[in-house]
């Protein structure tokens, strides 16, 4: 699978939807200028840290190529524990944050292009707070404070080793999605759920909601129970 390597970018979704390669590709950089999280909020991305983008081109509808975050995640948790050999202490947040020691260690942003309902550019970026992360007060109030990999475990860990864990683990979690659909990565990904069966809050927009956090259904909807019964909520902010 093609690679590339940047010493700096704007952002590497933007580098990836201008390229536009034809087969699949990692496309790496040390440094991004423009970085972006969930929502348009700026990802701040010092030197050290890893910055990747993924793209794909799986020529399917939208509400499938979403499912690729669930892999995706889990694919980061995997490499998370072949380059540390630690698997307590990680576990995935709603819908796609990886998280260590309860703080945020990386996120996940999906960017798609296509013609009409088909899908045929996928771009999967990721951030992983490897040797940094932002302070507590650059975050948003009650939102899951930022972590690193450094200050967490004392390990060390070079992009370029993180990249060559995290292909090869998502290329496992592409290969069961493409050949055994989502339930298999449904199972996966609730088996490290955060919070599973606590309390919660899932917020849009204005529009707060408690509610115990069940499971997610076949779409990765998020399953909450609340005081109004059983709702299946597709996009959120998930507050703890």
Request: hydrophobic share 45%; glycine share 10%.
């Amino acid at each position: 699978m093609a690679r590339i390597l940047l010493d700096g970018v704007d952002s590497t979704n933007a580098y990836a939807t201008r390229l536009a390669p034809v087969g699949p590709t990692w496309i790496m950089a040390a440094e991004q200028t423009v970085g972006r999280g969930r929502r348009g909020r700026p990802w701040q991305s010092p030197r050290g840290n890893f910055y990747a983008t993924h793209v794909l081109h799986p020529a399917e509808t939208a509400d499938k190529v979403a499912l690729r975050s669930f892999g995706a995640a889990l694919a980061l948790r995997d490499a998370c524990v072949a380059v540390t050999g630690l698997e307590a202490g990680l576990s995935l947040k709603w819908p796609n944050d990886v998280l260590l020691n309860g703080g945020k260690l990386a996120g996940i942003l999906l960017e798609s292009s296509g013609n009409g309902p088909q899908i045929t550019q996928l771009c999967i970026g990721i951030g992983v707070n490897l040797i940094a992360a932002p302070p507590r007060e650059a975050v948003e109030e009650g939102a899951t404070p930022p972590v690193s990999l450094l200050a967490e475990t004392g390990m060390r860990v070079a992009p370029e080793r993180f990249l060559t864990a995290l292909a090869q683990a998502y290329a496992h979690w592409e290969a069961v999605f493409t050949s055994q659909g989502f339930a298999p990565l449904r199972s996966a990904w609730l088996s490290h759920a955060a919070r599973l069966g606590d309390t919660i809050t899932a917020r849009t927009g204005t529009t707060s909601e408690d509610g115990v956090f069940e499971s997610i259904d076949e779409t990765g909807a998020l399953i909450l129970k609340t005081a109004r019964g059983r709702r299946a909520i597709p996009a959120a902010e998930i507050f703890f």
